[in-house]
């Protein structure tokens, strides 16, 4: 596989396991860091399966598919969420056809969104649940990836199996842990160091504990309502938390 161009304000938000909440995260962050005044862009990397478009009850002119299908540039396909202040890069759901792209198609994509990076203060990929090989590839564009776990086993078991890939590569990018939908901030450290200490044992490195996202039924109420929970519900428990993991993530703490 080619190894792809990479921006440094490019982060990719990961999961392994779907239905942890990745994209709500990555809305959510996106969000929270075009408050302060920065600009910023979220692309839907979660080929086949993209979502942030209708979380957002957004209507994109130009998607992805159009994009990979040669109909426009990356630039043209570009939504703005003006309750949001950022932009969307939209993907395309349900084409069998996106999710089974092969590196060289996405090479052309990744070139120019590693080239729109230098328009914008940060751009946030979020990405397609599991390891394949389109997830490896679009995770490669970014300096710092945030992997989102739950208490479950099963996205504990992903979550490592999709850090063991970044870190076989050469020149990984730095890994960050988010532990969403926690019972409490004590619950979500014990969830952090179940994997922290598979980190440890099998693969010799520690990542780092980004932060924790309380369990809130705003969230919920937000995605039903297709906006973004900073809009929604800005004081919120899991608003606050995001908030705080946003800082760290935008001083590079």
């Not at 950022?86 to 395309?92: I, M, P, Q, S």
């Not at 693969?203 to 919920?220: F, M, S, Y």
């Amino acid at each position: 596989m080619t190894t792809p161009l990479r921006a440094k304000n490019i982060i990719a938000v990961a999961s392994g396991k779907g239905g942890v909440g990745k994209t709500w995260f990555s809305i959510t962050l996106a969000h929270l860091m075009a408050r302060t005044g920065r600009r910023i862009a979220l692309f839907d990397g979660d080929i086949g399966l993209a979502n942030v478009d209708v979380q957002l009850g957004l209507t994109p002119k130009n998607d992805l598919g159009n994009v990979f299908a040669g109909k426009c540039s990356l630039k043209d396909a570009i939504t703005p969420y003006p309750q949001g202040g950022f932009d969307v890069l939209a993907g395309r759901s349900g084409s069998t056809s996106l999710a089974s792209l092969g590196p060289e198609r996405m090479q052309p994509v990744a070139a120019q969104l590693v080239a729109l990076a230098t328009e914008y203060d940060m751009i946030i990929i979020d990405l397609g649940a599991g390891i394949e090989q389109h997830v490896q590839f679009m995770s490669s564009l970014a300096s710092r990836v945030v992997v989102i776990v739950t208490d479950e086993p099963t996205s504990l078991t992903d979550a490592y199996a999709f850090i063991k890939l970044c870190l076989s590569k050469p020149n990984p990018p730095s890994i960050g842990v988010v532990v969403n939908q926690a019972a409490s901030q004590r619950e979500g450290e014990k969830t952090f160091i179940t994997i922290s200490r598979a980190c440890e044992n099998f693969l010799k490195t520690t990542p780092e504990l980004l932060g924790i996202v309380r369990k809130d039924n705003k969230v919920k109420d937000a995605i039903r309502a297709q906006s973004s929970l900073i809009e929604k519900a800005p004081h919120t428990t899991a608003a606050s938390d995001v908030a705080v993991i946003s800082v760290k993530l935008l001083t590079g703490r």
